[in-house]
């Protein structure tokens, strides 16, 4: 369970968005930090044991730090006002889709993907689509991901022209023009952020993208 004073530490730091303010909460921000991690922990080992792909570890490798690099932003506030954590083979840089949990006020969710790939790893991914495209289908169709996730969505626009060496009437074309491949966000309500069964709803979520994510990850080995 997420520390109760979660969200009203991240919107204090939303308004004072300062080291000063920081350091006068640290005590309070470790010991929300210690709860999401252990948070992450148990998501971590809950999910390895139905997605093969996701090697056990402390969720430290795959929670994200509220420092923000400033170097070359003109935004220069010194914190995020979130906590994230992204739960994929490699962790928190990793190439292949995972899960994604996002908490912020007012805007938290969760989410999986394959977000802006390089121009090999997109190939891949419309090649393995287009060869296994009945597979992919029945992912896309599976009860599960329809009900929480709807379909696939490219964040970037998709390819005017159909890319080359894929037939253009094929039935995957859509999927084909993607630069990249994302299951729709889901929107999570504070009040079931910070319940008992929040850890549980996540793992729902996670079974229903599991299909889709093994999918892909296939694509990129």
């Known amino acids: 369970m997420l520390n109760p004073n979660t969200f009203i530490f991240l919107k204090w730091l939303s308004e004072f968005n300062d080291r000063r303010f920081f350091?006068?909460?640290?005590?309070?921000?470790?010991?929300?930090?210690?709860?999401?991690?252990?948070?992450?922990?148990?998501?971590?080992?809950?999910?390895?044991?139905?997605?093969?792909?996701?090697?056990?570890?402390?969720?430290?490798?795959?929670?994200f730090r509220i420092n923000r690099d400033t170097r070359f932003s003109k935004d220069k506030t010194p914190?995020?006002?979130?906590?994230?954590?992204?739960?994929?083979?490699?962790?928190?840089?990793?190439?292949?889709?995972?899960?994604?949990?996002?908490?912020?006020?007012?805007?938290?969710?969760?989410?999986?993907?394959?977000?802006?790939?390089?121009?090999?790893?997109?190939?891949?991914?419309?090649?393995?689509?287009?060869?296994?495209f009945d597979e992919f289908e029945s992912i896309l169709k599976n009860k599960e991901f329809k009900k929480y996730f709807g379909n696939v969505y490219s964040f970037q626009p998709s390819l005017k022209k159909t890319p080359k060496w894929y037939e253009e009437n094929h039935p995957s074309i859509k999927y084909l023009k993607f630069k990249d491949w994302l299951a729709k966000d889901i929107s999570l309500k504070e009040n079931e952020i910070l319940s008992e069964n929040f850890e549980e709803q996540i793992l729902k979520y996670a079974k229903s993208l599991y299909l889709l994510n093994n999918f892909l990850y296939k694509a990129l080995i």
């Open 79 to 132: 914190y995020k006002t979130n906590l994230w954590i992204f739960i994929a083979p490699g962790w928190k840089k990793s190439i292949f889709p995972g899960y994604y949990v996002h908490i912020q006020p007012d805007q938290s969710f969760f989410w999986g993907w394959i977000f802006m790939p390089t121009t090999e790893n997109a190939y891949k991914i419309r090649t393995y689509i287009y060869n296994n």
């Open 23 to 63: 350091n006068l909460n640290k005590e309070l921000y470790k010991e929300i930090q210690k709860d999401f991690i252990k948070f992450g922990t148990d998501l971590i080992q809950k999910i390895s044991k139905f997605d093969e792909n996701i090697e056990w570890t402390e969720s430290k490798k795959c929670i």
